[in-house]
């Protein structure tokens, strides 16, 4: 997946278009990412006990990754991901997949 973790992604579709956030997590299966304070839905939740009120708790709901941009940290611009593999030279022949800044072309 080209979105991990803690990247910092812009938002090129939907109500939050043009907002930049973290990512919180990331969902391979469904391919969807949970971006901090963005995509912000509402849930009414009930009174548990007599005497209690009700709230409305706001949480973070999950978007498709196809509605999101990586922003390189480098230039800071948002760019697509690509990959370049990198074989290390030690004793064993060890290879490693690095993601790609489409812009700058520098390690992400």
């Known amino acids: 997946m080209k979105i991990k ?24 299966k469904e391919k969807k990412a949970v971006i901090e304070g963005l995509n912000l839905l509402i849930k009414h939740q009930r009174p548990k006990k007599q005497g209690e009120k009700g709230q409305k708790i706001q949480f973070p709901a999950p978007l ?14 948002p760019a697509r991901v690509a990959y370049k593999t990198i074989k290390q030279e030690n004793s064993r ?10 812009k700058c072309k520098e390690v992400i």
């Open 5 to 28: 973790t803690k990247d910092k992604v812009k938002i090129i579709a939907g109500k939050d278009k043009g907002k930049t956030g973290k990512v919180l997590q990331v969902f391979i």
């Open 64 to 77: 498709a990754i196809s509605n999101i941009m990586l922003i390189c940290p480098r230039c800071g611009q």
């Open 93 to 102: 022949a060890k290879i490693i997949k690095n993601r790609i800044c489409g």
